[in-house]
């Protein structure tokens, strides 16, 4: 089993930035790949960012591609989503995931075993 916590969302007018944390407890060893999400109310849940738990490789959808960036603090078994010049598009429910299956379907939410609760993040015009 694989625990998540996420936190960091609030309110930010467009142009600001906030810092998503998603802290990993449990089993982290036998994390492949974490991935951040958003659903946006009435709207599916979307892929935003993931890398590779060893740091590797990272991937960004291309809405936030050049504004975000995911990173992970080793020490602290922490995933972060550094996000910068915020839209109001933005605005959503952020999650953090973990898949341990080494599935390559990395933007598809279903392939992920671990969530976390989700975050608010609320972009205003």
């Known amino acids: 089993q694989v625990q998540l916590v996420e936190s960091g969302g609030g309110l930010v007018q467009a142009g600001g930035s906030l810092r998503l944390s998603c802290a990993a407890s449990g089993r982290t060893d036998s994390v492949y790949r974490m991935g951040w999400f958003r659903q946006a109310s009435g709207k599916e849940r979307e892929f935003v960012a993931g890398?590779?738990?060893?740091?590797?490789?990272?991937y960004y959808a291309n809405a936030v591609k050049g504004r975000f960036t995911i990173s992970r603090d080793n020490t602290e078994n922490t995933v972060y989503l550094q996000m910068n010049s915020l839209l109001p598009e933005d605005t959503a429910v952020y999650y953090c995931?973990?898949?341990?299956?080494?599935?390559?379907?990395?933007?598809?939410?279903?392939?992920?075993?671990?969530w976390g609760q989700g975050t608010q993040v609320t972009v205003s015009s």
């Open positions: 890398m590779r738990w060893s740091g590797v490789s990272t």
């Open positions: 995931a973990a898949d341990v299956d080494s599935s390559m379907l990395f933007t598809v939410a279903a392939r992920y075993d671990y």
